[in-house]
């Protein structure tokens, strides 16, 4: 079932094969959202993650396009607008996360970050605009992460990225209101699935960091986040970046 129920809203989730992107539609089809699945290369992950939304009722597309390609990008929200003519909120998540120390990151691994953290979080938020000045309740909720408030080893190119999508969102807050809030939520330490199948923690960057909350955190808990931003109690948040990592980053 794709259909939508009558007032339905509707929410696209960017890198949504699998991880935090995957908890992310999960928590928003609970709220009643209905999903457009983004995912550029691993189709299968994207495609299983939208039978398991239309298993549970929730009216749910996939949607393959390259978020470092604004035709590509506009080529989805043309998909959208297609199948259900509105679109509420937009989940900026995906994201390359490779490390390497300076010296060994390649211009093409430079690039490539940038491109998929930053352009895809711009074009994906200036082609969903149209749309999502439409909504009652619009929202840009950009996945950020705490390397860009930390820094870290061996990650120049990510971390540069996720600064720059605080910065992005700081803007946007401004260019957007009042009608649509742009928000950040920055992840900590989160248990992730590898691409082999087995759980895993992603590597530790703040071995000298120790979390208040003595575990690492799960995608269900970033996704509980993202869906009270994308929620009628967030229309007075905006601009801001919510962290969620157990205390490991006590920014001022």
């Given at each position: 079932m794709t259909t939508l129920k009558p007032d339905q809203k509707?929410?696209?989730?960017?890198?949504a094969g699998r991880n935090i992107g995957r908890a992310i539609a999960h928590a928003l089809a609970?709220?009643?959202?209905?999903?457009?699945?983004?995912?550029?290369?691993?189709?299968?992950?994207g495609q299983a993650v939208v039978d398991e939304l239309l298993a549970l009722g929730t009216p749910a597309i996939l949607c393959v396009a390259d978020v470092t390609d604004r035709h590509s990008v506009q080529g989805m929200m043309d998909l959208i607008e297609s199948n259900w003519g509105r679109l509420d909120?937009?989940?900026?998540n995906a994201a390359i996360r490779r490390e390497a120390p300076l010296e060994q990151v390649s211009v093409e691994d430079w690039r490539n970050t940038l491109a998929v953290?930053?352009?895809?979080?711009?074009?994906?938020?200036?082609?969903?605009?149209?749309?999502?000045?439409?909504?009652?309740?619009?929202?840009?909720i950009n996945i950020g992460g705490l390397t860009a408030h930390t820094g870290a080893k061996n990650r120049p190119h990510v971390v540069t990225a996720k600064?720059?999508?605080?910065?992005?969102t700081r803007a946007l807050a401004h260019d957007l209101a009042p009608g649509i809030t742009v928000n950040c939520v920055s992840p900590g330490m989160i248990s992730t699935q590898r691409n082999s199948g087995s759980v895993s923690a992603q590597p530790n960057h703040h071995a000298t960091r120790h979390p208040l909350i003595d575990r690492r955190g799960t995608a269900e808990e970033v996704a509980a986040m993202v869906t009270f931003l994308a929620s009628d109690q967030a229309r007075f948040v905006t601009g801001q970046v919510m962290h969620v990592n157990g205390g490991t980053y006590l920014g001022s």
């Open positions: 509707v929410a696209l989730v960017t890198g609970k709220q009643g959202f209905a999903l457009a699945i983004n995912v550029r290369a691993s189709v299968s992950e909120v937009v989940v900026n953290v930053l352009d895809g979080a711009f074009y994906c938020s200036q082609a969903a605009l149209p749309l999502l000045r439409l909504s009652p309740m619009g929202a840009v600064s720059g999508l605080v910065g992005l």
